[in-house]
C-alpha cells in the first residue's frame, strides 16, 4: 500500500532563513508525490508535485522540493522563509492507476515563521 | 474562472442527524473527490466520482455516501450522524482525474459539527 510520513508536527523557523520540511513515502511502482499546503480556514492549496525527470522540482511561491529515490524522501524546501510561509503543508501520493485515484495525505506539518 | 465551491461552510447538526453537503467543481472539471479532514486523522479519503458514476471509494461505513450531477457538481450525504463526524470536509475537483499526475484544485470546506 502506498503510504506517505511526516516525521515532524511542527517546524520552527526564523524569518529570512532556509526552512525544510519532511517528507517520506512506501509506494510500489514509481511515484507520483506532492505538496499542498493549508492556511487558516481553507481549503488545500497545489504546491508542486514530482512525477519524474528532474529530482529538484520547483513550484509555487519560491518552494522546492528535492526527489530521493535511494532515501524515498520527498523533502520541501525554501532558501528564505517568510511569515506568510506559516501554514499547515501536507505531503501526499497518488494512489490508483490511470482510471481515478486518490491522494493519500501525510499526517501534516505546521510550519511557523517568526519573524 | 472561479474555483471549487462548497457550500454551507458551516453546520451545526446533533446526533442522529443526517446532513447534504454541496461542491461546485471548477467550470469544466469532471472528477469530483471528498475529503474528510480530522486533527486526529488527518486527511481522509471518501470518494471520487466521474460522469456521474462513482470511481474509487475509501473506507468509511454506508452513512457516507455521495453522488454527482450531470453537470458534474457533487454532494455528499452523511446519514445518523455520530459525534465522531465533526469534521471538515473537503471536495476537490480537477479535469479529468485520470491521470496520476493530475494535480486537485480543492474548495475552503465546509466544517461540520455534530453535537
Known amino acids: 500500500a502506498q503510504s506517505v510520513a511526516q516525521p515532524e508536527d511542527q517546524v520552527n523557523v526564523a524569518e529570512g532563513n532556509p526552512l525544510t520540511v519532511k517528507c517520506t513515502y512506501s509506494v510500489s511502482g514509481n511515484p507520483y508525490l506532492f505538496w499542498y499546503v493549508q492556511y487558516p480556514n481553507r481549503g488545500l492549496q497545489f504546491l508542486l508535485k514530482y512525477i519524474t525527470g528532474d529530482n529538484l522540482v520547483k513550484g509555487s511561491y519560491g518552494f522546492e522540493a528535492e526527489f530521493n529515490k535511494s532515501q524515498t524522501s520527498f523533502h520541501l524546501k525554501k532558501p528564505s522563509a517568510l511569515v506568510s510561509d506559516s501554514a499547515l503543508y501536507f505531503c501526499?501520493?497518488?494512489?490508483?492507476?490511470?482510471?481515478?485515484?486518490?491522494?493519500?495525505f501525510g499526517q501534516g506539518t505546521e510550519l511557523s515563521v517568526k519573524p | 474562472k472561479a474555483g471549487v465551491t462548497q457550500t454551507p461552510r458551516y453546520l451545526i447538526k446533533t446526533r442522529g442527524q443526517q446532513v447534504t453537503l454541496s461542491c461546485s467543481p471548477i467550470?469544466?472539471?469532471?472528477?469530483v473527490s471528498w475529503y474528510q479532514q480530522t486533527p486526529g486523522q488527518g486527511l481522509q479519503f471518501l470518494f471520487e466520482y466521474f460522469s456521474e458514476t462513482q470511481r474509487n471509494k475509501g473506507n468509511f461505513p454506508g452513512r457516507f455516501s455521495g453522488r454527482q450531477f450531470s453537470n458534474s457538481r457533487s454532494e455528499m450525504n452523511v446519514s445518523t450522524l455520530e459525534l465522531g463526524d465533526s469534521a471538515l470536509y473537503l471536495c476537490?475537483?480537477?479535469?479529468?482525474?485520470?491521470?496520476?499526475?493530475?494535480?486537485?484544485?480543492f474548495g475552503s470546506g465546509t466544517q461540520l459539527s455534530v453535537l
Open positions: 467550470s469544466g472539471h469532471r472528477s
Open positions: 476537490a475537483s480537477s479535469s479529468e482525474g485520470r491521470l496520476r499526475g493530475e494535480k486537485l484544485f
Open positions: 501526499a501520493v497518488r494512489d490508483g492507476g490511470n482510471q481515478g485515484g486518490k491522494l493519500i
